[in-house]
């Protein structure tokens, strides 16, 4: 079933990124008329990978390569399996048991059931979720990709051995995010695609400064109060208590300032929850908590706030830099995973490795408007020559180009 509605058009970015980036992908679709492709991942709301299917696959469609974006359903006991994955692919301890393998490989033979690949001249199968179902769908002279998001640059070895030897070497390449997260033991091609955001989504397009104003008024945000915002699942990687110990120590300094901590509880991912609640006891009257997904309030939010925060102490990439960045705000970032390569530290944001250098850099923007303006100014150039969507789909052009299976 295609999840993907509304028109997107590929010429719309033109102003944005310019007439020869656009010809380039234009002409790489020529060669690749007629084809089509697959996308597949475990939920249609929530988190980055969504965020960019949502985005790509209707200007794949644009551009005359037929796309199409399935998602695999699960209980509560696939999840949590998946989510151990993803902290295990990230360097975590995992008790991986036979019933565990049975749980992750029964739930994706029974999607298989429903599900079918047949016609399409290319599958992307995004993260550990639905990694079995190269072994249920993929036809003869299909390349399938494994797209892994996730920072896999020292992943738990008992886990990788389970899917390297069961899925991902049955795929024709794995695509990363990052040169890091490339594996030694790997019998497949190996290619980077870095992510990228849409500034023409709802989420990055402009707004007016009413508009800015009327949405935050709808959640009582005070916007004549200096806001530090961070935009993150409720992830222990993504450090909220760490945000909270932060503005605390900032506070010192600046006592007129307030914290606001949004983020959405993604189907695929069980601890939520729980993590917002390990938090929510600890919020002040100055820090608010929002877990309801509205794209025009972070749109809002990243453009309002004086300091966008993403201290993850692990991030596959952290699209939500790139984000904030595009709006012209600086942000204060983690010195971890795909992060560095958004922020240039002390340029248009900061990189920051614990509670105190964070606290400290929140208190340099608040303190410097100047500063953070300038900042602000070369992160959003930054981000539209590197982590727009439209490279992100010369990318994959690119590839589908070089593995089109010979005709003849």
Not at 2 to 9: A, C, E, H, I, Q
Not at 66 to 71: G, K, S
Not at 193 to 222: C, F, R, V
Request: with cysteine.
């Amino acid at each position: 079933m295609n999840m993907v509605s509304g028109k997107k058009r590929i010429s719309d970015y033109k102003p944005i990124v310019g007439e020869e980036a656009i010809s380039e992908i234009m002409n790489l679709a020529a060669g690749l008329s007629g084809k089509s492709c697959k996308h597949i991942n475990s939920t249609r709301e929530g988190g980055g990978v969504a965020e960019i299917l949502q985005n790509l696959v209707p200007l794949f469609n644009d551009v005359g390569v037929r796309a199409e974006w399935d998602v695999i359903t699960g209980n509560d006991e696939f999840f949590k399996v998946t989510k151990n994955f993803h902290n295990a692919l990230q360097g975590g301890d995992i008790d991986l048991t036979d019933e565990v393998k049975r749980i992750h490989i029964s739930v994706n033979e029974e999607n298989a059931k429903r599900m079918s690949a047949a016609g399409f001249d290319f599958v992307v199968n995004h993260d550990p979720q639905p990694a079995p179902l190269v072994n249920f769908l993929k036809q003869k002279n299909q390349p399938w990709f494994w797209r892994c998001h996730i920072d896999a640059s020292k992943p738990n070895p008992v886990l990788w051995k389970y899917l390297s030897e069961n899925f991902v070497n049955k795929h024709d390449a794995m695509i990363v995010s990052m040169e890091s997260y490339k594996q030694k033991n790997v019998s497949i091609p190996q290619y980077v695609i870095q992510p990228s955001i849409d500034p023409l989504s709802e989420k990055n397009m402009d707004l007016t400064e009413a508009e800015i104003e009327k949405k935050l008024a709808e959640y009582d945000i005070d916007p004549d109060v200096p806001i530090v915002t961070q935009v993150s699942r409720f992830d222990k990687w993504k450090d909220p208590k760490g945000v909270l110990d932060a503005f605390e120590i900032a506070k010192r300094d600046h006592p007129d300032c307030q914290l606001i901590l949004v983020g959405n509880m993604s189907a695929d991912d069980p601890e939520g929850q729980m993590i917002y609640d390990s938090i929510v006891g600890e919020c002040g009257p100055d820090v608010k908590l929002i877990t309801k997904t509205d794209h025009v309030l972070v749109n809002a939010l990243q453009r309002k706030s004086r300091v966008i925060l993403q201290k993850s102490l692990r991030e596959g990439f952290g699209l939500t830099v790139s984000e904030a960045l595009w709006k012209g705000t600086p942000v204060i970032g983690g010195n971890v995973g795909g992060i560095p390569l958004q922020i240039i530290d002390g340029v248009n944001g900061y990189l920051v490795n614990n509670v105190e250098e964070t606290a400290d850099r929140i208190g340099r923007l608040l303190d410097d408007p100047d500063l953070a303006k300038r900042m602000g100014d070369a992160g959003r150039e930054h981000v539209r020559h590197r982590f727009l969507i439209t490279r992100n789909l010369r990318d994959y052009l690119r590839l589908f180009t070089r593995h089109a299976p010979k005709s003849g």
